[in-house]
């Protein structure tokens, strides 16, 4: 399973970016897709994940301003950022969790991270 992010850049504050995350997991089911950020001397926290069945969650922080969305045929997750503030400044990073077809076992595969700066 590779996944490959992009649409991270700079930005002033209160602007908008937004993040794609493609999979290729070919013979995978996908369970759950999301997003970690980790920012200079912070540990990685979640920002935001949806499951399979369109269920979402989010950072207290980004509620409301983040939108996590996904296309399971394609394999494909976007998160939909506004209302940017320099405190969202960090390396985003997608994740997929997924089992082979006839397996129940998840695995979780990382995305190589973005980098997403937000200034003042």
Known sequence: VQLQASGGGLVQAGGSLRL??????TGFTIYNM????QAP??????VASITRFGST????????????SADNTKRTQWLQMNSLKPEDTAI???????????RSDQHRYWGQGTLVTVSS
């Open 34 to 37: 999301g997003w970690y950020r």
């Open 92 to 102: 985003y990073y997608c994740y997929v969790d997924v089992a082979r077809w006839g």
């Open 20 to 25: 794609s995350c493609a999979a290729s997991a």
């Open 41 to 46: 001397d912070k540990q990685r926290e979640l």
């Open 57 to 68: 969650n989010y950072e207290d922080s980004v509620s409301g301003r983040f939108f996590i």
